[in-house]
């Protein structure tokens, strides 16, 4: 359903796990709880560095999507200024 609030007065993505990729080399993927003027406020998310990481982008986010979200922190703000990107986990890229 295109535009159904789950939860109303929040967010359309509210609860929903989401791929946030950045202008930075870092891809983070969790449930999104809302966004302010802080920036984006993830909760269970899981993060892609490219840098550390020994699989792609793509694998990480086959891997994710097959055996869920492997949390690395509880919650994370993204700043708005670096959000290039959100998307349902579960939409192609």
Do not use: W
Not at 27 to 45: C, N
Not at 47 to 60: A, C, G, L
Not at 86 to 91: E, K, Q, T, V, W
């Amino acid at each position: 359903m295109t535009g159904h609030v789950f939860h109303p007065g929040h967010h359309d993505l509210h609860g929903i796990t989401v791929v946030l990729e950045t202008n930075g080399p870092q891809m983070f993927v969790g449930r999104f709880d809302s966004q302010d003027e802080k920036g984006v406020h993830l909760i269970g998310v899981s993060v892609f560095d490219p840098v550390t990481s020994t699989q792609s982008s793509e694998e990480f986010l086959n891997r994710t999507r097959r055996f869920g979200v492997k949390v690395d922190r509880a919650h994370y703000l993204v700043p708005l200024t670096s959000v290039l990107q959100i998307r349902p986990l579960g939409d192609p890229e």
